[in-house]
C-alpha cells in the first residue's frame, strides 16, 4: 500500500480531504489537499498543514511514523501500536507502513478524520465482557495474541496512550453490557473509552476515576466516567467519548502536540504556549481560563504526566474551535520528578505568586479563586479515594504530595 484518501465526516457532512502517498522519488510521505475542500475554509491543522495547493513532503521522524503530525496524531502510542503489531504479525507482517498502520484505524479511530481503503474486519458486532478485555490485554502485554477476534483489535488498535484501553459501546450504563464500538450513538450504547486493569491490579483506574471526581469539583470541563467494577478485585475506568456530539454528530480532533507538530517525547512545551494557542484558535477567554484550571490542577494534584498530547483541541462542522474536555487525568510521579510541560518557566514547585504571575499575564481575574477551589477538591481526595478502594499505600503517598504542593501554595 503507498496511497490512501483523507476524508473528513462530520456525520452530516463529509469532505474528501486530499491524498497522502508514499513518494518513490523523495522517499518520503506526500500529502496534497483536494481542490474541492480548499474551498470549505476548514482548517484541519492550521500551523503545520494550512490549506493551500502546494504539496506537503513530511519530514522523517520515527516516533511520528515519518508523517505529517496531523496524521500522525491519529495513530496510537505504546499500547495502541503494540495491538496493531500483534494483528499484523498474525498474517506474518512485521515491516508495517504508515499508510497500513492509518488503514487499519479506518473509519474507528477518534476524530472526524477517517482513511480509505481502510483494512476490512470480519462482519457483524460482537458481545464483549469486561474479564475478555482484560485477559485480553494481559495476552497481547505478554506477546501471546494468537486467539484474539479482529474486532477487539480493531477496539484496541485505535486508542493512544501507554496503557491498555480499548473503544467499545457500554449500554444503558450496564457493565454486562458491552460490545465492540460503532462509533454511534443508538438505543441506549454510549461509546466509551474503557481503560481495563493491566497484569498489576486495578490501582490506577480507581486513582484516576478519583481524579476526575476532584477536577469536577474544581469546575474544569469533564465528561461523565464511570469505575465499571468486574469483580472486588478489578475495576475499570470508563470515559465518555468527547470527539462524539450529543447529536451523534463528530468533531475533528488534534492534540496540542499535532497542532504544533511535534514530539512530546523529546519536546518540553510551556503552558504559556498553550494559552496563545487556546486564545488564537477559540477566540474565546472561557477557553484560555479552562486551560488555566487544568494548569493549577495538574500542578497541584501532582498530575506531571501533562504533556502536549494529553490536551486536545475539537473543531465542529462550521470551522469553530474549542478546548476538548478533559482527559488523562491522575497522579502521576513524573520523570524526575518533573512535570512534562513547564509553567513560568518551571517543571514543579509552583507557588502561588507563581500562579498569580501566569493569571497577570494572560488577563485571567479569578486566578484565586480558581486556586483556592482547586485546593478544596485535591483535599477531598482521602475522602474520595476511600470510598473507591484505592490501596492506602497509594492513598497516603498520593495525600503527602497534594499537601505539599498546596502548602507551596498558601
Keep these: 500500500m503507498n496511497k490512501l484518501q ?52 513530511a519530514e522523517r521522524n520515527e516516533d511520528m511514523y515519518n508523517l505529517h503530525s496531523l496524521f500522525a496524531d491519529a495513530l496510537p502510542d505504546e ?7 500483534a494483528e499484523f504479525e498474525k498474517i506474518g507482517k512485521l515491516d508495517i507502513s504508515a499508510l ?8 474507528y479511530g477518534m476524530g472526524a478524520l477517517q ?94 476515576y478519583c481524579y476526575f471526581k476532584m477536577a469536577e ?25 468527547f470527539d462524539i456530539s450529543k447529536s451523534g454528530g463528530r468533531y475533528h480532533m488534534q492534540t496540542f502536540a499535532g497542532l504544533m507538530g511535534v514530539n512530546y517525547r ?10 496563545r494557542t487556546a ?14 484550571r487544568r494548569m493549577v490542577f495538574n500542578y497541584l494534584g501532582s498530575n506531571r504526566d501533562d504533556h502536549a498530547k494529553n490536551f486536545s483541541f475539537l473543531m465542529d462542522g462550521t470551522g469553530r474551535w474549542f478546548v476538548s474536555p478533559a482527559y488523562d487525568l491522575s497522579y502521576s510521579s513524573g520523570d524526575q520528578g518533573l512535570h512534562a ?15 498569580e504571575n501566569i493569571a497577570d499575564n494572560f488577563d485571567i481575574k479569578n486566578w484565586g479563586n480558581i486556586v483556592e477551589k482547586t485546593k478544596e477538591a485535591l483535599g477531598s481526595w482521602q475522602e474520595i479515594a476511600g470510598m473507591y478502594e484505592v490501596p492506602k499505600k497509594y492513598i497516603k503517598n498520593i495525600q503527602e504530595r497534594i499537601v505539599e504542593n498546596k502548602n507551596r501554595a498558601s
Excluded at 497500513?100 to 479506518?106: H, P, T, V
Design 341 to 355: 510541560m513547564s509553567a513560568a518557566g518551571k517543571r514543579r514547585n509552583l507557588t502561588l505568586k507563581d500562579f
Design 266 to 275: 523529546d519536546t518540553v512545551l510551556d503552558y504559556s504556549r498553550l494559552f
Design 6 to 57: 483523507v476524508f473528513l465526516d462530520f456525520r452530516y457532512t463529509q469532505y474528501k480531504v486530499g491524498e497522502l502517498f508514499l513518494s518513490g522519488k523523495l522517499g518520503k510521505y506526500v500529502f496534497n489537499y483536494n481542490p474541492l475542500f480548499l474551498s470549505s475554509g476548514l482548517e484541519l491543522s492550521p500551523y503545520t498543514l494550512p490549506l493551500g495547493e502546494e504539496t506537503f513532503v
Design 100 to 107: 497500513e498502520r492509518l488503514a487499519f484505524i479506518g473509519s
Design 79 to 85: 499500547w495502541g501500536k503494540r495491538v496493531q503489531d
Design 279 to 292: 486564545a488564537d484558535l477559540c477566540l474565546d477567554k472561557k477557553q484560555v481560563e479552562e486551560i488555566y
Design 115 to 208: 482513511f480509505k481503503p481502510q483494512q476490512t474486519f470480519s462482519a457483524g458486532l460482537q458481545a464483549v465482557g469486561l474479564a475478555d478485555l482484560r485477559k485480553a490485554s494481559q495476552r497481547i502485554l505478554s506477546g501471546n495474541a494468537n486467539n484474539i477476534v479482529e474486532q477487539l483489535f480493531r477496539a484496541g488498535g485505535s486508542a493512544g496512550g501507554a496503557r491498555p484501553k480499548y473503544l467499545v459501546d457500554l449500554k444503558n450504563n450496564e457493565i454486562n453490557n458491552i460490545r465492540y464500538t460503532t462509533g454511534e450513538l443508538e438505543d441506549g450504547w454510549t461509546p466509551i473509552i474503557l481503560k481495563v486493569a493491566g497484569n498489576n491490579g486495578d490501582h490506577w483506574q480507581r486513582i484516576e
Design 217 to 241: 469539583l474544581t469546575g474544569i470541563n469533564v465528561p461523565p466516567t464511570r469505575l465499571l467494577t468486574e469483580d472486588k478485585d478489578n475495576a475499570h475506568f470508563a470515559i465518555n467519548r
